[in-house]
């Protein structure tokens, strides 16, 4: 079983469409998770952390739910610029342990 | 700024020749590490530094050896390429393990 497992997509939506990605993680004891962004052929970025108590920034919420081991991407209002791949990143704990990046899900959002 | 920076960003190999990957960083980071990444396989991390002078593996660390004498610099060497390692390598830093910094990725074919 992979560590961190995502649906690789793609999802197609429309502008203006709310869409959800989730991603599962294996090891209970992760302390650590982050989305990151990733447009076709470019580097990774940071999108955002999720913390234990949920967290919004904008149009992206990102919450956490360690009794089933997974963390959610909420996207509300799509824009065609929010196509990308979507990498869930976890922390085994917080300290030295370099991230595991999950494969990613694709979003194309369309005219 | 730059941030990270890595050179060269194409690369072709024949195998069994080597080379080595450049990443300089300028946020005086202490944590850089070598990913790579392939179609459906995700960021996998190869080697990862949590200091100048030390170097621990990652998930996919045969074939590859890693050096970091200066802080602001991270090499991945290839002693003996192998058609399997044609992927696309990125180096990140980060102050801690969260927020990674990603360099521009380069790409190694080996024939």
């Known amino acids: 079983r992979k560590e961190v497992e995502q649906d690789p997509g793609p999802f197609n939506v429309p502008e203006g469409a709310t869409v959800a990605f989730n991603c599962t993680y294996s090891?209970?004891?992760?302390?650590?998770f982050f989305w990151y962004r990733q447009d076709c052929r470019k580097e990774p970025k940071l999108l955002m952390s999720?913390?234990?108590s949920g967290n919004e920034d904008g149009r992206f919420t990102a919450q956490l739910n360690r009794a089933s081991q997974y963390i959610s991407l909420l996207i509300r209002d799509s824009k065609l610029s929010d196509s990308a791949t979507y990498l869930c990143?976890?922390?085994?704990?917080?300290?030295?342990?370099?991230?595991?990046f999950g494969s990613g899900t694709r979003l194309q959002v369309q005219p | 700024n730059a941030g990270v920076t890595q050179t060269p960003k194409f690369r072709v190999l024949k195998t069994g020749q080597s080379m080595t990957l450049l990443c300089a960083q300028d946020?005086?980071?202490?944590?850089m590490y070598w990913y790579r990444q392939d179609p459906g396989m995700g960021l996998r991390l190869i080697h990862y530094s949590v200091g100048e002078g030390t170097t621990a593996k990652g998930e996919v660390p045969d074939g590859y050896n890693v050096s970091r004498l200066k802080k602001q610099n991270f090499l991945l060497g290839l002693e003996s390429a192998a058609p399997s390692q044609t992927s696309v390598y990125f180096c990140?830093?980060?102050?801690?393990?969260?927020?990674?910094?990603f360099g521009e990725g380069s790409r190694l074919t080996v024939l």
């Open positions: 946020m005086n980071h202490e944590y």
């Open positions: 999720v913390y234990s």
């Open positions: 990140a830093s980060s102050y801690d393990p969260g927020e990674l910094f």
């Open positions: 090891n209970s004891a992760s302390q650590s």
């Open positions: 990143v976890v922390s085994p704990f917080t300290g030295r342990r370099a991230l595991t």
